[in-house]
């Protein structure tokens, strides 16, 4: 079967998260975290590496499904010729341990149903031993780790499956659930399914009922909202990029990589979001996640983390699992986590100064992350680095990395400025900023092609240079932006999306191609905005709208050629924005300029 990433719905508590497939099968499942071993990966491989697969024995069935309204609770309902039902997906707020439940509820006629159990520990490889407790009790148990299945019908081994077959007649609802905890404790008592049903209905009602009026575009940005809370990781505030590791950015290809993992260039757009929305609560943990996160020696700042604000992310390959669409390899850490990128200071000074802009109290431990990082700052800018897309190849003066770099200086000045005594660190970083502001203009522009490029001594065009006018580097209206914007439209546009770079013209390291990366066409659209190209930036938008899946939901990138979404998913910084874009087309004084005359202090 031809597979897609977008027939995928996403079902979560808020520390992990599963797939669930058009046709009833979970088919990625980590647990206890979002970046655990699989339970269920044939996601990445076949259905022998791990699946639970509700769905009617007649395989003519059609299948319609959405979210219940303002929920992540998915509802999947079959047709076949003898009847209808719905299966009801979800994963209450965890009380300790997690839970995955699923209600299949008759509507009209019978419809016979199979279920298909394939439990595979450890990222698909190890078979547990099961144990039957009795009638409607199954535990699997492999090493430190258990599973407790319950299931109202009769189940059966068959070549390590676990099988059954029911039949639903209308005003039939019969309950499944699966548990997970530690192999050393006895198995927990059955919960109470429609009573969890109800209490996530109502955190998840809750939560998106506070969403504001964002015009047309209201519902489009509540659905990413639930979204990004789904993609935190409750205990901590940390938000990871996907719940996914190795969707291919090409089908085929070898550029896969693991994006359970934290983000600091996610992190100022991210917090905006929030905070944007009158989402302060979340705003605050994401700030403390990334506060705790990069503590420590500047020097050894990462570029991502953890959900724990954890830092060993290391690298490796799943040999025994094909990958998508026998796209190869799976990997499992991030060894991107190692790199050197300049950007992640920018991103940090400009996520504290827009806390402070946006009303959050100013962090006790600014003034001294300030006055360790900046000194080193002051130094490393100088430096090439990997950029922000991870180049695995040679390090270069990035341009986006000299303004990120110029970013940092500039926020750390106006916040200095604000306090008492800062005078003296505000005059020296704003000559630090202005160093770098000169630097990026005379070796990162190009006359010739009247363009900002992608790093020094070159001629090729990075999307991220559109953060020049979104990060207040240069006024939209700069000739120099003008140009860069109408060189981007001349050669980064593929069918009317912006790809990162162009790979014949970059040697990042890697064979093949990738799709356009959706956050990229978000960034153009709020220049359009910023150069007052409202219908422009309104054309783009929708358009990037319309790319999601039948549930709301936007991958990492988009294929224009095949028409399918590509990378991992759901991606956050696409979702991030679906609602940053929108703020700024609905309102007057939208995240972006809000962003770019941040000086530190709280809005009144």
Known sequence: MHRSIADYAMIGDCESAALVSKDGSIDWLCLPRFDSRAFFASLLGTPENGRWRIAPSDLEFTTTRAYRDRTLILETTFSTATGRATVIDFMPPRDGVANLMRIVVGLEGSVDFDFDLVMRFDYGRAIPWLTRIDRDTLVAVAGPE??????????????????GHFTVSAGDRLVFSLTHQESHHDPLPAADVEAALAETEDFWTEFSSRCPDVGNWTEEVRRSLITLKALTYRPTGGI?????TSL???IGGSR??????????DATLTLMAFMDLGYFEEAEAWREWLMRSVAGDPAQMQIMYGVGGERHLLEWEVPWLDGFRESQPVR???AASEQFQLDIYGEVADLLAQARAGGLAAHPRSPALAHSVMPFLEKAWRRPDDGIWEIRGKRR?????????????????????????GENYASHWRSVAEEIHADVCEKGFDKELGTFVQSYDSQALDASLLHIPLTGFLPADDPRVLGTVAAIEKRLLRDGLVIRYDNEDTDDGLEGEEGAFLAC?????DVYAFLGRFDDAVTL?????????DVGLLAEEYDPVSDEMLGNFPQAFSHVGVIITALNLARAKGPAKERTLADGEAAE
Not at 541 to 549: A, I, P, Q
């Open 256 to 265: 896969n990589w693991d994006y359970r993992y934290c983000w600091l260039r």
């Open 397 to 421: 003066h990035f341009v986006h990395s000299k303004v990120m770099a110029w970013v940092a200086f500039d926020r750390a000045a106006k916040m200095a400025a604000k306090v008492g005594g």
């Open 332 to 334: 499992i850490g991030n």
């Open 146 to 163: 258990m599973l407790t299945i319950r299931a109202p019908v009769n189940l059966h081994g068959e070549d390590m499956h676990t099988k």
């Open 541 to 549: 938008y929708e358009r990037l709208c319309s790319l999601k899946n």
């Open 248 to 250: 291919p950015e090409e």
């Open 521 to 525: 066409s978000f960034w153009l659209a």
């Open 240 to 244: 990871v990029a996907a719940v996914t």
